[in-house]
């Protein structure tokens, strides 16, 4: 994905949020439970998920699912690498997702779906994922929120620690997006 570490331009000059995301396969959610537990100051909460993917040249967008009255549409870029990577990402709130999902669908053509069931930590500014994913098995995501002028480095560094506070290795660290192991999956 080109230019995906520069914040995108849109039309109405709304600045993107960004963070750092690092995403791992895991033994178990119940294995690393405790130990995202004794990191974090809030959690566990759990939350159903499910994220439809739709075709986008600029970068990725999908609908997130809570329930019948509640989604999120969001749009995010970053490079697909295993470790720590910096995304950007435009999040709008949704009341009527499944009317969202058939006009998206029309317009743009779905991708792929992916189900889930996460278990949120927040460890201050970061929130600590432990996501049971449908066909695919237990993951572990970071997303260290990063302030408006805040250099990259420091959510890197950020997320190293909470992996080594975690005892998440280097090696099980992933690329890409969960629709992407399902596709390939398939």
């Known amino acids: 994905m080109k230019d995906c ?11 993107m949020a960004r963070n750092i995301e690092v995403k791992a396969r895991i033994e178990s959610v119940e294995a690393i439970a405790p130990r995202a537990a004794a990191a974090a100051d809030r959690g566990p909460i759990e939350i159903g ?10 970068g990725r967008m999908k609908l997130r699912t809570f329930s019948e009255t509640s989604g999120e549409l969001i749009f995010y870029k970053r490079l697909d690498q295993a470790g720590p ?11 009527e997702p499944d009317t969202l999902r058939e006009a998206l669908t029309l317009a743009y053509g ?9 278990t949120l930590y927040l460890a201050g500014r970061t929130r600590i994922h432990l996501d049971r994913v449908e066909g695919l098995g237990d993951f572990m995501e970071l997303e260290v929120v990063l302030a408006e002028n805040e250099p990259p480095q420091d959510g890197i ?14 090696s099980q660290l992933i690329e890409g ?8 999956a398939e």
């Open 5 to 15: 570490m520069q914040s995108p331009k849109s039309s109405n000059a709304m600045k």
């Open 49 to 58: 998920q499910d994220d439809t993917f739709f075709r986008c040249d600029a």
């Open 85 to 95: 990577k910096e995304s950007f990402y435009l999040i709008s709130k949704t009341v």
């Open 110 to 118: 779905q991708i792929g779906r992916v189900r889930k069931r996460r």
């Open 157 to 170: 560094e950020e997320a190293h620690r909470l992996m080594a506070q975690l005892g998440v290795a280097e």
């Open 177 to 184: 997006a969960y629709i992407d192991l399902l596709l390939t």
